[in-house]
Each structure stands twice: as C-alpha cells, then as structure tokens.
C-alpha cells in the first residue's frame, strides 16, 4: 500500500478510510510493549487490538491474543531490512488508530 492514505480494518479486509493520514505519532518508548523485537519500530500500551497493523504489515506487525482467543494488542515481532519495508512500517505507523506504533529515536511527527 502507497500513499498518505488512511485505512480501516474489517470483516472485509483493509480498505481506505478517507482520512489525510497525517496525525502526528503519539506512541512513546517508554510504554513499548515487551513481546516488541528489539530495532526501530514498536507498539505501546496505548493499542487497541484492532489488528490494522497486522493486516497491513504481517510481516513486521503480529496480533498477541489474550486468553479467549482474541485479539488484544499487537506488538512488532520483526523489524524492517529494507528501504520497502521501511516505508510500509512508516505507513502504518501513520494509520494506526491509536497512535500506538513508534518509531524510537524520532520525536512525535518526524516521518523518517
């Protein structure tokens, strides 16, 4: 997925919301979730388990389910090799609802 666009999650996949996708990052490193990998890209305490993370990026972004089976917060379980994957890791940070996906040694709204 390219562009500044914003997406939402439901029974039927991924689809765009409308919204610019340019709120400001509100994710801080001193709340990250421990299930994170270590690198640059985390999610905090602020997450709601909406699983946007998981279904745009699967293979940085994983759901952590909680004793029922469902789905609770999410985490970053591997973390980006390439400049691709770099920018899909930035483009969910953007679209996260929650603001819960950082990116460590940026300061809130700094996009690289």
Known sequence: MTGSSCFSLDRQGVTPCGNTGNH??????????????????????????????????????????????RVDSAYAWCQRRTLTETYLCRE?????????IGNAGLTPGALS
């Open 24 to 69: 400001l990052s509100m994710a801080r490193s001193n709340r990250k979730r421990s299930r994170n990998a270590p690198g640059k890209y985390y999610a905090d305490d602020q997450c709601i388990g909406c699983a946007l993370c998981a279904a745009m990026a699967p293979a940085h972004f994983r759901e952590n389910l909680n004793g029922d089976a």
């Open 92 to 100: 969910t940070m953007q679209n996260c609802p929650a603001a819960a």
